[in-house]
């Protein structure tokens, strides 16, 4: 086959798919070619670095039509995944939790593998999108072009398969997609599909409407429960292949491979690989090579390299993408979505996330304040029973010579009128937050929960508003409080660190701990706790001085208003701050924004 320009045919066709979909709010595919050595450099593999996929140039058909339908189809099957299913990452999260409960019930287990969830959630939106495609072709031509583009791959595959050898390198749940998208189009595919891969096309063909999007999360679940067998066996089979890659490897090369990564973490470069991996962002042909290795061709179902690119885009738009996946779940489904799309699998980082995104979801209610002042406006008659004082001597004078009342004579009306107030020093914000046994886990209902998501909403408000903020988090043993804290700072990632932080144990509040951090400073001091404070006694001359200079409230979950009366303890503390009796751990997040908001605004 004659060298080809890919770059260029790539990027005409993709302008091309573009105006066919209305312009879609899409990124430029970025290529990127592997070529090969020589005086003529051919290319060999082009991969799309911002869309995690590739193909073999020696995929493509010889003949120019053909080459034409192969691109144009792969394209237009990746702008379906943007612009319909799934489209939002909310979406690809409520249809990872339906693969993932269609996938407990088959193993009858709580825990179930990654890859098997990746790989039933990429293929029924990969069934949706193709099926969709179809659907919209304007005539029976541009239906025959997407026949035709998985005729051309599943011939390729027939021509590879006289050689036994390559059978079992071909996923069968790519050919279970393909028999059933036949079934669906009415249309018989010329390749000779095996038994059990046409028992399972026909089961998923008998489903229908498969544009509804109401329907998505229901048939994403009884798809996987159908194919769950072959997709434990590609999982394996891909885990199997990814062992035995590391054993040819050897151990001197991968000593080798491990000692160079360490060397270019010192310099630039490696700075940059290490923030672009932390970040989630796309390294370059490095990564393209690396995404290459590990197995990602055209002919797989995508791996979880799209969703996570789907991510990146959709969150410059918009913050807030898995905010109804987190309201709605606990916090291990939560995870596991995030593990899905390849965003985290640190415990600590999916915690705060959780938090983070249920927090997006709690409004507060904005009241605009100004100053009164009164303004001149035009003038008016001033009359004798008018105060003398009113009179505007100048201006009556600057019009005649003779001041008669009524007539000659004029005031200046004024008009009552709203101005911006002039700022005020934002005062900072310290939150003092219990983590002993008696407040509970992350575990949505408890007091932890509740205590940890009002600690998110106030400390992100107070500073959008330009305060600073401070973080003690404690519990206790012997007595004595065991805490961590957090000084001054509008370092986002440093509170939220703290705030998550269990310790699990019992209820010494570390008062002197409080009245050093808040010295000195005009602070909104809140304390959230169940107030079963052990060495309340020990620590109440800290708690005052800290209350002399600044604004203390208690959100006391632990006891209703009159048990709390009978409580020396709570009497005490009612002299120096302000406490509020919460018997609903639900309210805890409101009256602590409340508070919030009326201290900032």
């Known amino acids: 086959m004659e060298n080809l320009n890919i770059n260029s045919e790539i990027k005409n066709i993709w302008k091309n798919l573009r105006k066919k979909w209305h312009y879609p709010q899409i990124p430029e595919p970025i290529i990127i070619s592997d070529e090969g050595s020589g005086e003529v450099k051919n290319v060999g593999r082009v991969f799309v670095e911002n869309y995690k996929i590739g193909f073999n140039i020696a995929d493509l058909p010889a003949d120019y039509e053909n080459r034409q339908i192969f691109i144009e189809n792969f394209f237009e099957h990746e702008i379906c995944h943007y612009t319909f299913c799934p489209g939002r990452i909310e979406t690809v999260g409520e249809l990872i939790l339906s693969a993932r409960k269609a996938l407990q019930k088959y193993h009858n287990s709580d825990e179930v593998d990654i890859k098997e969830i990746n790989l039933a959630v990429n293929f029924f939106t990969d069934l949706v999108?193709?099926?969709?495609?179809?659907?919209?072709?304007?005539?029976?031509?541009?239906?025959?072009?997407?026949?035709?583009?998985?005729?051309?791959?599943?011939?390729?595959?027939?021509?590879?398969?006289?050689?036994?050898?390559?059978?079992?390198?071909?996923?069968?749940?790519?050919?279970?997609?393909?028999?059933?998208?036949?079934?669906?189009?009415?249309?018989?595919?010329?390749?000779?599909?095996?038994?059990?891969?046409?028992?399972?096309?026909?089961?998923?063909?008998?489903?229908?409407?498969?544009?509804?999007?109401?329907?998505?999360?229901?048939?994403?679940?009884?798809?996987?429960?159908?194919?769950?067998?072959?997709?434990?066996?590609?999982?394996?089979?891909?885990?199997?292949?990814?062992?035995?890659?590391?054993?040819?490897?050897?151990?001197?090369?991968?000593?080798?491979?491990?000692?160079?990564?360490?060397?270019?973490?010192?310099?630039?470069?490696?700075?940059?690989?290490?923030e672009n991996k932390k970040s989630g962002r796309g390294g370059g042909k490095k990564n393209a090579q690396r995404a290459h290795e590990e197995g990602?061709?055209?002919?797989?179902?995508?791996?979880?390299?799209?969703?996570?690119?789907?991510?990146?885009?959709?969150?410059?738009?918009?913050?807030?993408?898995?905010?109804?996946?987190?309201?709605?779940?606990?916090?291990?489904?939560?995870?596991?979505?995030?593990?899905?799309?390849?965003?985290?699998?640190?415990?600590?980082?999916?915690?705060?996330?959780?938090?983070?995104?249920?927090?997006?979801?709690?409004?507060?209610?904005?009241?605009?304040?100004?100053?009164?002042?009164?303004?001149?406006?035009?003038?008016?008659?001033?009359?004798i029973e008018d105060p003398v004082s009113e009179l505007d001597f100048t201006y009556s004078l600057s019009l005649s010579n003779y001041l008669i009342p009524g007539l000659t004579t004029f005031k200046r009306q004024f008009e009552e009128g709203n101005i911006t107030p002039k700022e005020k020093k934002v005062p900072d914000l310290l939150i003092v937050i219990d983590s002993s046994y008696s407040m509970g886990e992350h575990i949505r209902g408890t007091k932890t929960f509740f205590a940890t998501l009002a600690a998110f909403k106030a400390y992100r408000y107070a500073i959008d508003k330009g305060a600073k903020v401070a973080v003690i988090n404690f519990s206790g043993k012997d007595n004595k409080p065991l805490y961590i804290r957090q000084d001054w700072?509008?370092?986002?990632?440093?509170?939220?660190?703290?705030?998550?932080?269990?310790?699990?144990?019992?209820?010494?509040?570390?008062?002197?701990?409080?009245?050093?951090?808040?010295?000195?400073?005009?602070?909104?001091?809140?304390?959230?706790?169940?107030?079963?404070?052990?060495?309340?006694?020990?620590?109440?001359e800290y708690l005052k001085d800290a209350a002399r200079e600044n604004f203390l409230v208690i959100m006391c979950t632990a006891y209703n208003e009159g048990q709390a009366k009978e409580n020396p303890a709570v009497e005490e503390l009612q002299k120096i701050g302000k406490i509020y009796f919460i018997t609903k751990a639900s309210d805890l997040i409101g009256l602590t924004i409340e508070t919030t908001r009326s201290v900032y605004e």
Request: with cysteine; net charge neutral; glycine share 4%.
């Open 129 to 274: 999108a193709e099926n969709f495609r179809y659907e919209k072709a304007k005539n029976a031509n541009e239906k025959n072009r997407n026949i035709s583009y998985h005729e051309l791959k599943l011939q390729k595959i027939q021509n590879e398969d006289k050689n036994e050898s390559t059978t079992s390198q071909i996923p069968k749940i790519y050919l279970i997609l393909i028999q059933t998208l036949g079934n669906l189009w009415n249309y018989r595919f010329k390749f000779s599909f095996p038994e059990e891969i046409k028992e399972a096309g026909d089961l998923l063909g008998k489903m229908r409407n498969f544009s509804n999007r109401n329907l998505w999360n229901a048939y994403c679940y009884r798809t996987t429960l159908d194919i769950a067998k072959f997709l434990d066996e590609e999982a394996n089979k891909k885990e199997k292949e990814k062992k035995e890659k590391k054993e040819k490897k050897g151990i001197f090369p991968m000593f080798l491979k491990e000692l160079s990564s360490k060397i270019s973490k010192i310099g630039d470069d490696g700075k940059k690989e290490s």
């Open 296 to 383: 990602q061709t055209e002919n797989e179902i995508y791996d979880y390299y799209f969703y996570h690119s789907l991510e990146e885009i959709q969150q410059k738009k918009d913050n807030v993408a898995l905010q109804k996946i987190a309201e709605k779940n606990a916090l291990k489904e939560y995870r596991d979505v995030l593990k899905a799309l390849g965003i985290t699998n640190d415990e600590s980082e999916g915690i705060k996330r959780w938090y983070k995104d249920q927090a997006y979801g709690i409004e507060i209610q904005h009241t605009e304040k100004f100053d009164k002042t009164e303004y001149a406006i035009s003038p008016t008659k001033w009359r």
């Open 489 to 540: 700072t509008d370092d986002a990632e440093k509170i939220e660190n703290h705030i998550i932080y269990h310790y699990g144990l019992y209820t010494c509040i570390p008062g002197k701990a409080i009245e050093e951090i808040s010295k000195a400073k005009n602070a909104l001091i809140i304390i959230l706790t169940d107030t079963q404070i052990q060495n309340f006694w020990n620590e109440i």
